[in-house]
């Protein structure tokens, strides 16, 4: 690892920041900032220090700005201009994850001077490799640890670098940054500016936290679930950020309902219809979920490309026309018999709306899973972002509404 101390400060101090790290390491931005809020502006310092870089971001830039400052003043150089740094960039970006690079040395430098510089260094950071800038801070070589133990006192740092290293860029976004890791698996990697200036590093584990978090956010996020709640969330805090969601649930619920009731005659005269409306909406339901996870995870894997959502929309139209059709041949049978068993003569007409109803709503559904997340993603909004209500309301005004349009064609 980099840029972490290598162990925490002993004695009573020691356990402090073990016991302030343990506190905030599960916990959302605003309840980690309030467990902070009552420490010294040195202890937050030293505590943020250890944080994943996307979360000692969050955490500093929601205290107050005078608060901020004060914090910011009472961390070492390194750390307060890298954080600076890390906020200019956009969240979801490789910026946003930087830590420090502590090890920089000129290749120079000989083997010997270079072992003096890192004394200090490494007494109080896991450096795992050195890096080799000029002047400029352009980053030239990196330097393996390996290389200064078998290396001569007098050898320079030019004659053991590695030259032109790979290095990431800031603006990259996490998906495209984990595209290029994987390849990789460097333990860190090196991040610099168009003009090859290191401006900071990122940790293998570092990207893959984020990563991971970020999918496992998603389930949550699509049902109305705010990504900052986590199960230490005060069930006050739980309650702002979910029942809105509901409310607009309900709203949309209503849409689906009043479907329904425009077609109250239809249900008065023929009530076996009612017995397969939930049967329509779960099965349309399903297709467009397992729809939308397939697109959920084509956009955050970096999966999709540009001009390819017309395709992917085609491809989940005929998948749900395909199922919905096979799946509607057992559906309309069922309705056959059951209207059949009660002496209803439109028993054939009725195991035929439902085939038909089930394959349209079928196909409808697939492309309503494809589509609310690419619609809510060109307009700027988290793709996953109550994308389950979406769909649910689109699948159940369209199952409901197809099913019951037909019935009253065919069979009434």
């Given at each position: ?10 004695g ?51 205290l ?78 990196v ?37 290029e ?18 401006v ?9 936290e ?10 949550g ?34 849409v ?50 540009p ?18 059709l ?14 059949r ?6 028993a ?9 109803a ?5 196909a409808?559904?697939?492309m ?16 996953a972002?109550?994308s ?25």
């Open positions: 690892m980099e840029n972490r101390f290598s162990e925490p400060p002993a009573e101090a020691g356990r402090s920041y073990l016991n302030l790290n343990e506190a905030i390491a599960h916990r959302g931005t605003r309840e980690a900032t309030e467990v902070l809020a009552g420490e010294s502006n040195e202890t937050i310092a030293v505590v943020l220090q250890e944080q994943n870089p996307s979360s000692a971001d969050a955490i500093l830039w929601s107050d700005s005078p608060r901020r400052s004060l914090v910011l003043g009472a961390a070492p150089a390194e750390y307060r201009e890298q954080w600076l740094r890390n906020h200019a960039y956009p969240e979801d970006s490789i910026g946003r994850l930087m830590d420090p690079p502590l090890a920089l040395i000129r290749p120079e430098q000989t083997v010997k001077e270079t072992v003096e510089a890192l004394r200090p260094i490494v007494q109080r950071a896991l450096v795992t490799y050195c890096w080799v800038v000029d002047e400029q801070g352009v980053l030239v070589g330097l393996v640890f390996r290389d200064l133990l078998f290396a001569t006192p007098e050898q320079r740092v030019s004659e053991l670098m590695v030259r032109s290293p790979f290095s990431l860029r800031p603006e990259l976004t996490i998906t495209e940054a984990m595209r890791a994987l390849a990789r698996h460097f333990p860190v990697y090196p991040v610099c500016d168009p003009a090859g200036k290191l900071g590093l990122v940790r293998g584990q570092t990207l893959f984020h990563q991971a978090f970020e999918l496992s956010a998603q389930a996020t699509m049902v109305g679930v705010e990504r900052e709640e986590r199960l230490g969330t005060p069930w006050t805090r739980c309650f702002k950020f979910r029942h809105p969601w509901l409310q607009l649930n309900l709203v949309t619920a209503f689906a309902a009043g479907v329904v009731g425009f077609y109250q005659d239809t249900l008065d005269r023929m009530v076996v219809l009612s017995v397969f409306l939930p049967v329509l909406a779960g099965q349309s339901g399903n297709t467009g979920c397992q729809a939308l996870a397939v697109a959920l995870r084509g956009i955050t894997l970096g999966e999709l490309q001009g390819r959502a017309g395709a992917v929309v085609g491809k989940e139209a005929l998948l749900g026309t395909i199922n919905g096979l799946v509607g041949l057992t559906a309309g049978l069922g309705m056959w018999l059951l209207a068993s009660q002496g209803n003569p439109a054939p007409q009725l195991g035929l709306v439902v085939m038909l089930m394959a349209a709503s079928c409808v559904s697939g309503a899973g494809a589509v609310v997340p690419l619609a809510l993603r060109k307009m700027g909004a988290d793709p972002t109550a389950s209500i979406f769909l649910t309301t689109a699948t159940d005004v369209v199952s409901m509404g197809t099913f019951l349009g037909l019935a009253t064609w065919l069979a009434v």
